[in-house]
């Protein structure tokens, strides 16, 4: 292991199982955090365990329902018994729908807001205890470029991104006494799972992935790692002043109003 910048801290890393959050929870155990981590998936979660415990970094185990309130206060009580405190909390958990809202019955719509929008209120407010009595407390949410613009067939997505970013910035307010930090991360086009799902359900899978390559000024996709660098920034020092952003990791994804990387290859 390598680094200190979260050393003797104490962090609770939401969707850890793979894609950003196992990127967030491996970059904070090498930076001297002690994480749980907090998934549905007991294998994957099982695997970022492994992954952590074998580079010499400490972690557990919290399998769970982020929109299921009694499987988040398992996790926070998990966090709490084993590691003492609780510095750091990462809403990292989140789920796309692909379909046109016609097409949504209620429950497949309350479902996507259950897990992007409802487990960082179940989070917070089960954990914010254990937040107040640790100084230097942050709380992450992850959010999205979709935060800020549409795009198509995922209106429930869309919706639950632009309501993660407006309750970070209310929270920052009402959190700002208790000298805790609020921030969401926006990222841009990741190469996750999530996102090959999503771009599985096109027509033509590789060709909309080299569409979506060429309309990134960057010209490449951002990788886990990437938004694990914003989240470790926006819970240490290095960032003590900022607190009610939304964070754009995208590459350069919303500078431009119109880019295609084609035109210069």
Known sequence: MSGNRLQNRVALVSGAGSGIGRGIAELFAMEGARVTLFELDAEKGRETLERIQGAGGSAQLAIGDVADEADVERAVCA???????????????????VKPLEECSVDEWDHVMAV????????????LPALKQSEGSTIVNMAS????????????????????MSLTKALALDYARY????????????????????????VDP?????NRAARVPLGRFLTPLDIA????????????????IA????AGYLAAAEWDNRESL
């Open 116 to 127: 992007n929008v409802r487990s960082i209120f179940l989070a917070i407010k089960h954990a």
């Open 145 to 164: 470029v979709s935060s800020f613009v549409g795009q198509g067939n995922t209106p429930s997505y869309v919706a639950s991104k632009g309501a993660v």
């Open 179 to 202: 000298g805790i930090r609020v921030n969401c991360i926006c990222p841009g086009i990741t190469d996750t799972p999530l996102f090959r799902y999503h771009v599985s359900k096109s």
């Open 206 to 210: 590789e060709e909309t992935l080299r």
């Open 79 to 97: 966090t709490l018994e084993t590691f003492g405190a609780l510095h750091h909390l990462v809403n990292n958990a989140g789920i796309v729908m």
């Open 247 to 250: 964070h754009l990791v995208d």
């Open 229 to 244: 660098k914003a989240a470790l920034y926006l819970s240490t020092e290095d960032s003590s002043g900022i607190t009610g």
